[in-house]
């Protein structure tokens, strides 16, 4: 009796004794070439530079790959929380702290190659219909600029399949993600260019300073010694 009574003590305090929470809780999505699975392992112009950063700072972390509206959604709530590759927006500069630049990108309207739309500026752009993913950066970008038609889909993959059946017009995209489309050789074209924008990771406030220090220490280190050149030549 009194073993058995020593093992459920045990058991107890198995349960009772809190794992070492990481320094850092990263969240991404599937967006290539910023971030997507290659096997069982997450890579990216985007998920490497981090990846490095985390290393370099000597911080550890956790990564989750999810839909954007929970990646985001998770740092705009969770203090020690960071979404990474995140636009640098004038609307989300005030929810976040930054750790930038992973890289400087366009933001483009992009259409069905062979299409019969016929827009080469954001004005002519306003008769369309474009489409994004809810809660990504250019939702909100479509939404400053008074685009009249947004469709904003659960993800970059149901939108891509409206713009190929014909449902929407256009897609908001960022360069990297249209390069990425060509190479993958989907049937699109740029259409407009949108804006210019910087892509960073975002920390949710409550995250530890000195963290966030280390970790834009880092980046700059990788910027100085040309890590971060390197690794954004190997995704183009």
Same mark, same amino acid.
């Given at each position: =009796?009194?073993?058995?009574?020593?093992?459920?003590?045990? @058991?107890?305090?198995?349960?009772?004794?809190?794992?070492?929470?990481?320094?850092?809780?990263? *969240? *991404?999505?599937?967006?290539?070439?910023?971030?997507?699975?290659?096997?069982? $392992?997450?890579?990216?112009? /985007?998920?490497?530079?981090?990846?490095?950063?985390?290393? +370099? @700072?000597?911080? *550890?972390?956790?990564?989750? =790959?999810?839909?954007?509206?929970?990646?985001? /959604?998770? @740092?705009?709530?969770?203090?020690?929380?960071?979404?990474?590759?995140?636009?640098?927006?004038?609307? +989300?500069?005030?929810?976040?702290?930054?750790?930038?630049?992973?890289?400087?990108? +366009?933001?483009?309207? #992009? $259409?069905?190659?062979?299409?019969?739309?016929?827009?080469?500026? #954001?004005?002519?752009?306003?008769?369309? !219909?474009?489409?994004?993913?809810?809660?990504?950066?250019?939702?909100?970008?479509? &939404?400053?600029?008074?685009?009249? $038609?947004?469709?904003?889909?659960?993800?970059?993959?149901?939108?891509?399949?409206?713009?190929?059946? /014909? +449902?929407?017009?256009?897609?908001?995209?960022?360069?990297?993600?249209?390069?990425?489309?060509? &190479?993958? /050789?989907?049937?699109?074209?740029?259409?407009?260019?949108?804006?210019?924008?910087?892509? !960073?990771?975002?920390?949710?406030?409550?995250?530890?300073?000195?963290?966030?220090?280390?970790?834009?220490?880092?980046?700059?280190?990788?910027?100085?010694?040309?890590?971060? @050149? $390197?690794?954004?030549?190997?995704?183009?």
């Amino acid at each position: =009796m009194k073993f058995a009574a020593g093992l459920i003590a045990l @058991a107890a305090a198995a349960v009772l004794t809190p794992v070492h929470a990481a320094d850092i809780n990263l *969240t *991404t999505e599937e967006y290539k070439p910023f971030n997507y699975m290659e096997g069982d $392992k997450i890579v990216g112009f /985007g998920a490497e530079q981090v990846f490095e950063i985390m290393n +370099r @700072a000597g911080l *550890t972390y956790e990564v989750e =790959m999810a839909q954007w509206s929970r990646a985001i /959604g998770l @740092a705009e709530k969770e203090a020690d929380y960071c979404v990474f590759t995140a636009s640098h927006t004038e609307a +989300r500069d005030p929810l976040f702290v930054w750790v930038e630049p992973l890289n400087v990108d +366009r933001t483009l309207l #992009i $259409k069905k190659a062979g299409s019969d739309v016929n827009a080469t500026t #954001i004005d002519e752009a306003m008769a369309y !219909s474009v489409g994004t993913q809810s809660q990504d950066y250019t939702e909100a970008l479509l &939404k400053d600029k008074g685009f009249p $038609k947004i469709d904003a889909a659960k993800d970059m993959e149901t939108t891509l399949k409206k713009l190929a059946a /014909g +449902r929407i017009d256009m897609v908001a995209v960022s360069e990297a993600f249209f390069n990425s489309l060509k &190479k993958d /050789g989907v049937a699109v074209e740029e259409a407009v260019v949108l804006s210019e924008t910087v892509l !960073s990771m975002a920390c949710n406030p409550g995250t530890n300073a000195d963290n966030v220090k280390k970790m834009q220490d880092a980046l700059k280190s990788m910027i100085d010694d040309g890590t971060q @050149a $390197k690794i954004l030549t190997k995704y183009q």
